[in-house]
């Protein structure tokens, strides 16, 4: 890959992340929950009671598909959802007893799965990982005062 292959550089990164992405879903099945599943339940077991416009933000994700994720995780008696008793009009959402037990669970997994992945690498890597990703990040912010 040349220094300056945009394309080459994108396709490298869209590999690295769907590898990531596969071996988190590998890891998390183990807990028998989907990545997004996954990412929820640590977030509510983190931050608990939290609204679900807030987890949506939180985990940087779609409201709709956040929504359908929450609904699977309230079927299967993991999530709770009860009115905010700082906004009525406003739903929260905690960990019953067995999503605490999901979220011991997958705090583990995840622990797993970042040390599998940093394990490859050294302090300059990381180091390095942290100044580029940061770079990335600010060059595609979608914010008012984005690029």
Same mark, same amino acid.
């Given at each position: ?11 490298? &990164? ?6 990531? *992405? ?30 679900? *416009? ?5 985990? +940087? ?5 956040? $929504?359908r994720a929450i609904q699977t995780l309230l079927a299967r008696g993991l999530v709770r959802r009860e009115r905010?008793?700082? +906004? ?14 999901? &979220?011991? !669970? ?8 970042? *040390?599998?992945?940093? +394990? *490859?690498?050294?302090? !300059? ?19 008012? $005062? $984005?690029?």
């Amino acid at each position: 890959m040349s220094r300056r292959d945009p394309d080459a550089f994108i396709s490298r &990164f869209s590999a690295l992340k769907r590898r990531v *992405a596969a071996l988190a879903a590998q890891v998390y099945a183990e807990a028998d929950v989907g990545t997004l599943q996954a990412k929820l339940v640590l977030h509510i077991g983190r931050r608990s009671p939290i609204s679900q *416009a807030e987890l949506a933000r939180a985990t +940087d994700s779609d409201a709709p598909l956040t $929504g359908r994720a929450i609904q699977t995780l309230l079927a299967r008696g993991l999530v709770r959802r009860e009115r905010s008793d700082e +906004d009525r009009r406003e739903y929260v959402l905690s960990l019953t007893p067995a999503g605490k037990r999901v &979220f011991e !669970r997958v705090s583990k997994l995840r622990d797993r799965l970042a *040390a599998r992945v940093v +394990d *490859a690498l050294d302090d !300059r890597d990381l180091i390095d990982f942290e100044r580029i990703a940061a770079k990335i990040l600010a060059a595609t912010d979608e914010s008012p $005062g $984005g690029r």
